[in-house]
């Protein structure tokens, strides 16, 4: 475990600080600068959004909050570097 | 289409109108003679707001002409009380609680005198189906046979001492 | 902290929870009551208003020179003679304030205004309608949800992708981690059905613009303050320039308070002719071009353990928004919070997407999504009860709300009184003994919420208002800004009033439905007046009654530790009631000490820190017998019983009306109320088609009310009449199940679906050894 993350785009820590309750927060929130940060990763935010909807689990929760995960991750590598 | 006179009679007084000859019932009564107790709340002749009673039967004016009932009797809901007494089925709707928006009681308050005026000792079915052609969309009708029915064992007979 | 004392109410109340007459009554039993349908104003105009015959179109070009040419045509309105602005009444979120009602650029679903005529009769303005020409660029429409995702789907409105309106998420506990705990999960997809509001009076609406540049509407609705603040934004005027007048209301039931087409258009002709104009709509025009119930897809997950302890549970919901988003976006967030009542659920998540097509929009209606988030969860429920051999009722009653239960993150339950309704319902149930073969009973249970603490109208004012006045002779002005829709609101402020203030319920005499003579209220919606309206009475009475109080204790003498009331007129020591005189001779007193000044006591509610959705929650357990016609499929309803919690009675005749009338409602919803459409158009929109409950169909109605006392509510009250509209669907769904074995996913249940079902189970039957849905572990 590390810091708790904040959201790349707000800056807000949504709820305990893991990875997908960031996720959740930029689905959750959905305005064009959220929208455009998941469409900048290579994701597409209408599309994982529907799959959301249409298939049993968490998968585009999760899939959102490894490349959250990453992004902290290389922020926290450059701040020591 | 030129407007013909028209003689009716409605709560026991005589009124004269110049009429399309084409109009609904409903349509004089509320718009020229006045009376707007009586409703209206479809085009199909379903709902039965605007139901009132011809010589002494329930009567949906909505599906006749003005002209068809010149030289009869019409009660609207406004001709039911006496001098500002309340008839029994009146009484009766205000105490069992049969009616909450209220759009739809006049015209249901009619159909519960009509029947009662054709049987006076009616069963619940009896009641039900007297008030068929009445739709109510607040109360789901139980209030309103419980009224009729209490009515009709004479819980609110007029005093006539 | 609140601003209100609550007490420990006397059990012997003198007017609450009496026989109280309906204080309207003589008014609406003598066809005295005017309601805004009857209104006639000197020098009035009638409009109508021509419609869009395509579901979703560019308006290229309207002429209407003919029109006018015609005799007896004063005037006609398109978009062109409005500001543009787009309304909606989620005022705080600008991008869900989508609607101009008469559009400046495009239509998007069929039956939407485009135009509006005033003329000096109704059959003239009808007649002009036919000469307005209106040149259309047909473009393509989608009807349905699912497609109108599609990433080829037309676009509905700019900038909404994929044509997703809103989106909710609701989440609790680690979903994941309790669908591991769960030894049985079960997955099912359901389709849930529009409704019609069906009010018996249409929408319909007088507007009088005058020079002086003041607008008086009389208008049917359900909360003249939403009406004349969305007024005001759509007509670029200031709110106090503008009443509103609802008097008495031919119904609402959740489609009356937000803009109509009847008052919009009848002031933008107003206020372009200087006249009034009055425009009613035809019962047709009531079904194709004002907002439905909000049809649903829901697909529902659900894990617990073989001895039926709930673990997770996970929804995904599609609803079919229309054309615009109303109060649809409401509906979303609250489908998916109820589905998840009256339930313990460790791990619970929702996914809820509101999705535009071009179809008649969406909206709340009694309910507000409870009715369709029941008819999945209660059914599904009661099938996986069945999968495991275990008792419905005890399977449900173990996982049940408590009070003092906390619904993670959501709410608090201050007051629950489910666990009686089992109590009630098995008593019920083992009265009927054994049923003939073509009955069943099916149960549902569930929990509804007292008003919302959400400010999306984004108002300055607090959520409800009351003023109390008294006049020398003791009688009494209550002015509300709670609206009268036929629930009984006004008897039942009366009440509240009258046994605060510890006088007669006649001697109250309420004003409502004026917004030049009344407080700011959020109005009749969610189930909201009876706990906040009523708080506000109750403090504004207890406030008067204080300042009444002074002048008696001045001349008492009393010990400052003995305490006076009035109770019944009369006003006491409370210790020594039989020694005091009559309220009437107070009255006169303190007048004379305030130096002839009325005394007016003032009172307020606004939920504080009350969880995310409602103050307070009523709870209820629905059980219906049903008669099936194997052969025909038609479904008779024999006998009902629902065992209710609204925590403290106010009004005992209006709370057995509403009971009753909502399970009409439901009923309908359940069986009845089938909506078809055909690319956008409705295909039974009259009253001959369209399935209405009749006398001779309605079954008994039995209630066993068990008592609560709710901290936050009027005396222990709560909400009565809309939760109540919640599980008749299911229930009667589950009789089908527990008689015949089918498993509808489909509401309203139609005869066919029945006889389908037969047919499958049937053959279902012959082929054994099928899988069954649900996954054991």
């Not at chain 2, 089925?89 to 009681?105: L, N, R």
């Not at chain 3, 309207?62 to 909606?88: C, F, M, P, S």
């Not at chain 3, 649809?328 to 998540?349: I, N, Q």
Request: net charge negative; proline share 5%; hydrophobic share 35%.
């Amino acid at each position: 475990m590390g810091d708790p993350i904040i959201c790349p785009v707000c800056g807000k820590k949504a709820k305990t600080g893991s990875a997908i309750d960031c996720a959740r927060h930029m689905f959750g929130t959905g305005d064009k600068p959220h929208r455009q940060w998941v469409d900048a990763q290579g994701l597409s935010f209408i599309d994982l959004l529907i799959e959301q909807a249409t298939t049993p689990g968490n998968k585009s929760y999760e899939l959102l909050a490894e490349y959250i995960e990453k992004d902290a991750q290389k922020k926290a590598a450059e701040k020591k570097g | 289409m030129e407007k013909k006179k028209l003689r009716l009679t409605v709560n026991k007084q005589e009124y004269e109108v110049y009429i399309n000859p084409k109009a609904l019932l409903v349509e004089v009564i509320r718009d020229e003679i006045g009376l707007t107790g009586t409703k209206r709340g479809c085009d199909t002749v379903s709902c039965g707001t605007c139901t009132l009673m011809i010589n002494g039967m329930s009567v949906k004016s909505c599906s006749i002409l003005a002209m068809q009932a010149e030289g009869a009797e019409i009660t609207t809901i406004e001709g039911l009380e006496d001098n500002g007494k309340l008839a029994p089925i009146q009484k009766a709707f205000i105490d069992h609680g049969s009616y909450q928006c209220g759009f739809c009681a006049p015209g249901m308050i009619m159909s519960a005198q009509a029947l009662l005026n054709e049987n006076p000792h009616p069963t619940e079915w009896e009641i039900r189906e007297g008030i068929e052609g009445n739709i109510c969309r607040c109360t789901g009708y139980n209030s309103i046979v419980r009224a009729i029915d209490a009515t009709a064992k004479g819980a609110y007979k007029e005093d006539r001492s | 902290m609140n601003k209100y004392t609550v007490i420990n109410p006397p059990s012997d109340f003198k007017v609450i929870n009496t026989h109280v007459h309906n204080i309207d009554g003589v008014a609406k039993v003598t066809g005295r009551a005017t309601y805004t349908f009857d209104v006639k104003l000197p020098n009035m105009l009638y409009g109508k208003i021509l419609r869009s015959p395509h579901p979703h179109a560019k308006i290229l070009n309207i002429d209407y020179n003919k029109a006018l040419q015609l005799r007896g045509v004063i005037g006609v309105a398109t978009g062109k003679d409005t500001l543009g602005v787009k309304q909606g009444i989620w005022r705080r979120y600008q991008d869900l304030c989508d609607e101009q009602i008469l559009p400046v650029d495009k239509v998007r679903y069929i039956g939407e205004p485009v135009a509006a005529v005033a003329a000096i009769t109704e059959e003239i303005a009808e007649q002009a309608l036919n000469l307005i020409d209106i040149d259309y660029e047909v473009l393509p429409a989608v009807y349905e949800p699912m497609e109108a995702i599609k990433k080829d789907a037309p676009e509905i409105h700019e900038g909404f992708e994929r044509n997703i309106n809103v989106t909710r998420h609701i989440e609790w506990g680690d979903v994941e981690e309790a669908f591991e705990e769960a030894e049985y999960i079960r997955e099912d997809w359901f389709k849930c059905g529009g409704q019609a509001h069906m009010c018996m009076e249409t929408r319909a609406a007088v507007s009088d613009y005058t020079p002086d540049g003041k607008l008086t509407i009389y208008h049917s609705n359900q909360s003249p303050y939403y009406m004349q603040g969305l007024m005001a934004g759509v007509l670029g005027m200031r709110e106090g320039d503008i009443r509103i007048i609802s008097t008495y209301v031919g119904g609402g039931f959740g489609g009356k308070f937000e803009l109509d087409g009847a008052i919009f258009c009848s002031a933008v002709l107003s206020k372009k002719l200087f006249r009034p104009v009055k425009i009613v709509f035809t019962r047709e025009e009531d079904f194709i071009a004002t907002k439905r119930r909000t049809p649903m897809f829901y697909y529902v997950r659900t894990g617990v353990k073989k001895d039926g302890t709930f673990c997770a549970r996970e929804a995904k919901v599609f609803t079919n928004g229309g054309a615009y988003t109303g109060m649809g976006a409401t509906a979303l967030y609250l489908t998916g919070f109820f589905h998840s009542f009256p339930y313990r659920w460790p791990g619970y998540r929702y996914d809820g997407y509101r999705v535009y097509t071009n179809t008649l929009p969406s909206t709340s209606m009694r309910g507000f999504g409870a009715p369709q988030a029941m008819w999945c969860s209660e059914q599904q429920i009661e099938w996986i009860a069945a999968d495991l051999g275990l008792d419905p009722i005890d399977m449900r009653r173990k996982n049940s709300h408590y009070e003092g239960y906390e619904v993670p993150g959501q709410a608090t339950i201050a007051s629950c009184g489910i666990d009686q309704c089992y109590d009630e319902i098995k008593k019920w149930i083992a009265s009927k003994g054994k049923l003939p073969p073509n009955r069943s009973i099916g149960l549902s249970a569930c929990g509804f919420m007292s008003g919302g603490i959400f400010n999306w109208f984004d108002t300055p004012y607090s959520f409800s208002s009351a003023v109390v006045t008294i006049n020398q002779d003791g009688t009494v002005e209550l002015h509300v800004g709670a609206q009268e829709i036929g629930q009984g609101s006004n008897t039942t402020m009366a009440i509240i009033c009258a046994e605060t203030l510890g006088v007669k319920i006649e001697d109250i005499k309420v004003h409502s439905g004026d917004t030049d003579h009344c407080p700011p209220d959020l109005g009749a919606w969610g189930s909201r007046q009876t706990l906040m309206s009523g708080n506000a009475v109750k403090m504004a009475a207890e406030d008067a009654k204080k300042q009444l109080l002074e002048f008696a204790y001045a001349q008492s003498g009393l010990n400052i530790v003995y305490d006076l009331d009035i109770k019944d007129r009369w006003v006491h020591a409370i210790a020594r009631p039989e020694r005091g005189y009559d309220y009437g001779e107070l009255v006169k007193k303190a007048l004379r000490g305030k130096d002839g000044q009325r005394i007016v006591g003032r009172g307020y509610y606004t939920p504080h820190r009350k969880g995310m959705i409602s103050p307070a929650y009523s709870y209820m357990l629905q059980g219906v017998e049903v008669e099936v016609d194997e052969e025909t499929g038609k479904i008779k309803l024999v006998d009902t019983m629902t065992a209710h919690d609204c925590g403290q009675p106010i009004n005992h005749l209006g709370l057995i009306g509403q009971l009753e009338g909502a399970f009409s409602m439901a009923a309908g919803y359940g069986y009845l109320e089938y909506m078809p459409y055909e690319d956008g158009k409705l295909m039974n929109p009259n009253l001959v088609d369209y399935k209405m409950i009749r006398a001779t169909e309605m079954p008994p109605a039995n209630i066993a009310e068990i008592d609560t006392y709710e901290p936050e509510g009027p005396y222990g009250a709560k909400e009565a009449g809309e939760g109540l509209t919640n599980p008749t669907a299911a229930a009667i769904g589950n009789a089908l199940f527990h008689r015949f074995g089918i498993q509808l996913k489909e509401c309203p249940i139609r005869p066919e679906m029945i006889l389908n079902g037969l047919k499958e189970k049937a053959g279902q039957d012959k082929a054994a050894g099928k899988d069954k849905p649900g996954k054991k572990k």
